[in-house]
């Protein structure tokens, strides 16, 4: 099997009825070098039967299951299976546009030094989540870091250690040590990656009650722009 330019790490939990939408995205991509990693964070719903029937789809989706972590423990079980040069994040209930990855190769291309892209989201639903850093202010998810708007070369998130074990922000306190250490980073301006908040059991509220905070109930407001 070849080396995948692309390594695509999805955590998910009782997403069963999102998660056809999820995978569906990534196989109708145009760019066909990639590899699909799924970890079950203990799912109760048949999520992993429903994994195991897209893995019989295509060999090039991966999928493992443990006891449940929280997101951040599954992304770092998943990141130590990565194959491909480049790290991107899909959460179970999104999906992308047939062009995310064929973009972001066509950057790498352009600029190959960078190390780091960040991209704004297309969002369907309520565009405003809570401040971590201003308690009771809701600002709107432009203002705000997230894993689906990260496509990072697995060497500088392994340099970096992956997402920091803690109870809330993990991937701020991520963005802000790939910052520490000079990771050179660019913007891209195209909205391919849909972030749903149209449904009231999205990964943001039911699984954050469950075990931690999720990406989305996050930000970080000082690495935005």
């Known amino acids: 099997m070849s080396t995948p330019f692309f390594s695509i790490v999805m955590p998910t939990w009782n997403r069963v009825a999102w998660l056809d939408r999820a995978l569906a995205s990534v196989l109708a991509q145009q760019e066909s070098s990639w590899e699909l990693l799924i970890a079950d964070d203990g799912s109760s719903d048949g999520t992993w039967a429903s994994l195991c029937d897209w893995t019989r789809r295509d060999g090039r989706v991966r999928c493992w299951r443990h006891a449940n972590r929280g997101p951040a423990a599954s992304r770092n079980a998943l990141l130590r299976h990565a194959r491909g040069k480049w790290i991107v994040f899909l959460d179970s209930d999104d999906e992308l546009l047939p062009d995310h990855?064929?973009?972001r190769r066509e950057a790498i291309a352009a600029q190959p030094d960078t190390e780091l892209w960040l991209s704004p989201m297309r969002i369907v639903g309520n565009p405003f989540v809570p401040s971590c850093m201003h308690p009771g202010e809701m600002i709107h998810v432009d203002r705000c870091i997230g894993v689906g708007m990260i496509t990072v070369r697995r060497e500088?998130?392994?340099?970096?250690?992956?997402?920091?074990?803690t109870s809330y922000a993990e991937d701020a306190a991520l963005m802000t040590q790939l910052r520490i250490m000079g990771t050179r980073t660019a913007w891209l301006t195209h909205r391919t990656y849909?972030?749903?908040r149209d449904h009231t059991d999205s990964i943001t509220g039911h699984h954050a009650r469950q075990t931690r905070p999720s990406w989305q109930h996050v930000v970080a407001e000082t690495v935005a722009g």
Request: hydrophobic content about 55%; aromatic content about 12%; proline content about 6%.
């Open 194 to 196: 849909v972030y749903h």
């Open 101 to 103: 990855l064929a973009l």
């Open 156 to 165: 500088a998130i392994l340099r970096a250690g992956g997402f920091p074990d």
